[in-house]
């Protein structure tokens, strides 16, 4: 919590300290934390977004152009994986709501987005990496040639998908909503 704009008081009769609270600026702060969340969720959907449609038009493009309908099935999979994305960031959005709320609203969204977010990571490799782990599947099953150090090296990959994914997690996310769950337990106690 972040202390500079509380203006400190003593209070000579009870030897304890009273701390006043700058509520505009208070809550100027939380609506830049507040954005702050929107564009790090905007921009996780979009990229992966973009990936998954970028996916799916390259591999019908090679598809069609190598005359290997396999391929297609792969392109539908990015696709429907692009249109969950789609889905869920249309609900998301709508779910949010309204702006130019009070100051503890604020503070709720901000947490409900980092809350949505966060279970959005934890399930990461079930909706995003497991599509693409079925893809090299189909892939594999048509082509049988593979050297062995490639699946090394998907195997490596998707090791490295989750560590990284888990890290963001636990090094990013949750001390945000920690955070802001601890300044929703500060006002509340307050009031």
């Not at 400190?8 to 009273?18: G, L, P, T």
């Not at 701390?19 to 969340?37: F, G, T, W």
């Not at 564009?39 to 990229?47: A, S, V």
Request: with cysteine.
């Amino acid at each position: 919590m972040e202390f500079e704009d509380m203006k400190k008081i003593w209070d000579e009769q009870n030897n304890e300290n009273i701390y006043a609270i700058n509520e505009s600026e208070l809550h100027r702060r939380v609506i830049r934390k507040k954005n702050r969340v929107k564009r790090m969720i905007n921009k996780f959907e979009l990229t992966l977004l973009v990936a998954m449609i970028c996916c799916g038009l390259v591999t019908t493009i090679i598809g069609i152009l190598h005359n290997q309908l396999y391929k297609l099935l792969d392109a539908l999979i990015f696709f429907m994986v692009a249109g969950y994305i789609y889905k869920s960031r249309r609900d998301r959005i709508k779910y949010e709501g309204q702006s130019n709320l009070s100051l503890l609203d604020d503070l709720e969204q901000t947490i409900r987005s980092l809350d949505y977010h966060a279970k959005r990571y934890k399930y990461f490799l079930l909706w995003y990496m497991l599509p693409i782990f079925f893809t090299i599947l189909i892939n594999a099953t048509f082509h049988y040639s593979k050297p062995w150090w490639l699946w090394v090296a998907f195997v490596a990959f998707f090791g490295f998908a989750y560590w990284a994914v888990k890290k963001e997690l636990r090094c990013k996310i949750l001390p945000k909503k920690e955070d802001l769950l601890h300044l929703r337990s500060l006002l509340l106690n307050d009031e």
